[in-house]
């Protein structure tokens, strides 16, 4: 268990640009005394090696928590608030108050349990934030393949709901399905055409 050492949660989201979906939240709060190496931004890190650092840090974290805001929720707040709502989520569900919470980007969430700062950049500075990013990233990478599973047609799997160029061509033919963000122009404008 924690000494008197400050207790810092590192916080991130995953799922912001995708046109379908969830965004997810995590939260981390590392165990000093038990580092993790290759701790990095999960953009900057394989597949495989994500999934072996997730299954690393849901061991030996003193807390984590991993949260998301649901499409539909995304249409009706934003995806700003949305993400934030999130954040605040994952945050507030840590077993361990944490004395810091570090949040990667440039916006902090409001009601959170402790003092905390925005580090833009902080995914690839600070090991919490890295560890967040992680889990996040593997979080939401986890549920696109079971869209995929509930929806084959649009090719989840590939593209994770990022708007690349085979997405678009699958939303305009077969239209958006329950889990497309209708707030988001490329979804909105697959309505109209409909």
Avoid at 13 to 24: K, T
Avoid at 56 to 84: C, F, G, M, P, S
Wanted: charged residues 25%; contains cysteine.
């Amino acid at each position: 268990m924690p000494g008197d050492e400050l207790l810092v949660a590192g916080v991130d989201e995953a799922g912001r640009g995708p046109l379908a979906g969830p965004v997810f939240a995590a939260a981390v709060i590392l165990d000093a005394h038990r580092p993790i190496a290759g701790l990095d931004d999960s953009k900057k890190l394989t597949a495989a090696r994500r999934e072996v650092l997730a299954a690393q840090i849901k061991v030996q974290a003193l807390a984590w928590r991993i949260t998301w805001t649901e499409a539909a929720e995304i249409d009706r707040i934003n995806i700003l608030q949305a993400t934030l709502a999130a954040m605040r989520a994952a945050c507030r569900g840590l077993d361990i108050v944490p004395g810091l919470i570090l949040v990667d980007g440039n916006r902090l969430p409001t009601g959170l349990p402790c003092v905390a700062r925005a580090l833009i950049g902080g995914d690839a500075s600070e090991p919490s934030i890295a560890a967040a990013s992680i889990l996040a990233k593997t979080a939401r990478d986890a549920w696109c393949l079971e869209l995929h599973r509930r929806y084959p047609l649009y090719a989840f799997d590939r593209h994770k709901g990022y708007g690349t160029a085979l997405h678009l061509a699958r939303l305009a033919e077969y239209g958006p399905c329950p889990e497309h963000r209708r707030s988001f122009a490329p979804v909105r404008r697959s309505l109209v055409d409909a």
